[in-house]
């Protein structure tokens, strides 16, 4: 028994001496912050955080986390650093998130947010108290770290994101007390070689949402298999690689906005392109609605694309001298072109 009861001496001695307490002073007169960090020496560590009232030493919100991260300055724990999105970002903020005129807390929860980064609970000031938000909580939970404060516009921003090709940014601000999107933009860069944006904004009734699919060749030049510019009204046809050696054709806009591509899904096997090299080459496609036949007459110098539609053929010839790359595929070979 004595045995044991020096073991459980030392564990508790040894759990002690891990153990540190920083104080953060920087918040205000009326009140200051101490975090306990189990295992100070690691990077994430079990432990809370307390605001404590400075006139009565009493504990005014305790917070208890498996996995905070306080990052130091000069041995010290300080509040109100906020690098947005992925830089450091204090364990502790005093600042005015409803636009109220009252400074509100945010503390931090645990690495709940995006990509195991900091998560917060936020605490809004009225009449002396800290009250939690749970929609400004949200806020600070469903996206990457800490929102951001416009206090000039009195708007609030977030991010998040899904690996390297998807993001999202948005606007609240606040009535009624209550964090409110008024824009939602998403940037999805994942189905390239074409760049979706899809914005959603407040119109005072409701959320209208507005999506744009675009292609630029300067920044895709091996993408282009064979483009032109259509004669009668400056669009531009463009036959892509998607990187994965299938095909895809794109009607863009003159400002690179993508009005009609096919196949809708690259993967689906049934999404096909017909190849034919004679007379002059030809590659044809089509959906419920139309067919499409892309054409090269090497002999003629002439390219263009016929469009069947309602009984109705329309044949747009290409300008002269925009004709880039070619319908030949003598020497590459693409999984949804059969002929040849």
Request: hydrophobic letters at 35%; proline letters at 4%.
């Amino acid at each position: 028994m004595k045995r044991l009861a020096l073991i459980l001496a030392a564990l508790a001695a040894s759990v002690a001496h891990a153990q540190e307490t920083y104080t953060i002073t920087n918040l205000s007169e009326a009140f200051y912050a101490k975090i306990t960090l189990e295992q100070p020496s690691e990077v994430f560590s079990k432990g809370n955080i307390t605001i404590i009232d400075t006139k009565t030493d009493k504990a005014l919100i305790k917070i208890e986390s498996d996995d905070l991260a306080l990052s130091l300055h000069d041995g010290k724990a300080l509040a109100n650093i906020k690098e947005l999105p992925y830089g450091e970002q204090s364990v502790v903020m005093y600042e005015d998130f409803n636009f109220d005129g009252n400074k509100d807390l945010a503390i931090e929860d645990g690495q709940n947010s995006c990509y195991h980064g900091p998560s917060f609970q936020i605490y809004l000031a009225d009449k002396g108290r800290f009250t939690l938000s749970r929609a400004f909580t949200r806020l600070a939970q469903e996206y990457c770290g800490m929102f951001d404060v416009d206090a000039e516009n009195k708007q609030l921003h977030t991010m998040t994101k899904s690996g390297c090709c998807w993001h999202q940014y948005s606007i609240f601000t606040v009535k009624d007390n209550q964090p409110q999107a008024i824009s939602i933009v998403e940037d999805d860069a994942s189905t390239p070689p074409f760049f979706i944006s899809t914005e959603a904004k407040w119109d005072g009734k409701k959320m209208v949402k507005t999506t744009t699919k675009s292609f630029d060749a300067l920044d895709n030049p091996d993408a282009v298999v064979f483009s032109f510019q259509v004669a009668k009204n400056a669009k531009q046809v463009v036959l892509l690689n998607n990187g994965n050696d299938k095909l895809i054709y794109a009607l863009l806009t003159k400002d690179g906005t993508v009005e009609f591509s096919y196949p809708a899904n690259p993967d689906d096997p049934k999404a096909k392109f017909t190849l034919n090299n004679s007379p002059r080459r030809t590659l044809t496609f089509g959906n419920k609605t139309a067919t499409y036949s892309l054409y090269e007459d090497p002999a003629n110098h002439s390219v263009g694309i016929t469009i069947q539609v309602d009984g109705k053929t329309y044949d747009w010839q290409g300008a002269d001298n925009t004709q880039h790359g070619s319908l030949d595929f003598s020497q590459t070979a693409y999984s949804n072109v059969t002929g040849g």
